[in-house]
């Protein structure tokens, strides 16, 4: 059995992060109120395999890069 999960480093599917308070709406900063998304967020891969013989090392890549970051 082998699993795999991304995790988002911008943390816009986090339903507090969608939205802002100010009490003076018109000094708040334009980069507070609008907000350029990018069109695929970076990302982190955490894989694991279990077997009968046991668990594998985790194995933790940067998607931008491929890159193993452990």
Same mark, same amino acid.
């Given at each position: 059995?082998?699993?795999?999960?991304?995790?988002?480093?911008?943390?816009?599917?986090?339903?507090?992060?969608?939205?802002?308070?100010?009490?003076?709406?018109?000094?708040?900063? /334009?980069? *507070?109120?609008?907000?350029? &998304?990018?069109?695929? %967020? $970076?990302?982190? @891969? /955490?894989? *694991?395999?279990?077997?009968? &013989?046991?668990?594998? %090392? $985790?194995?933790? @890549?940067?998607?931008?890069?491929?890159?193993?970051?452990?």
């Amino acid at each position: 059995m082998d699993d795999e999960k991304y995790f988002g480093l911008t943390g816009y599917q986090m339903s507090g992060n969608t939205q802002y308070y100010s009490p003076d709406v018109d000094r708040t900063p /334009l980069q *507070v109120k609008t907000r350029a &998304k990018s069109k695929f %967020e $970076p990302k982190v @891969l /955490l894989w *694991v395999a279990i077997s009968e &013989k046991g668990i594998s %090392e $985790p194995t933790i @890549l940067n998607s931008a890069t491929g890159m193993s970051i452990n």
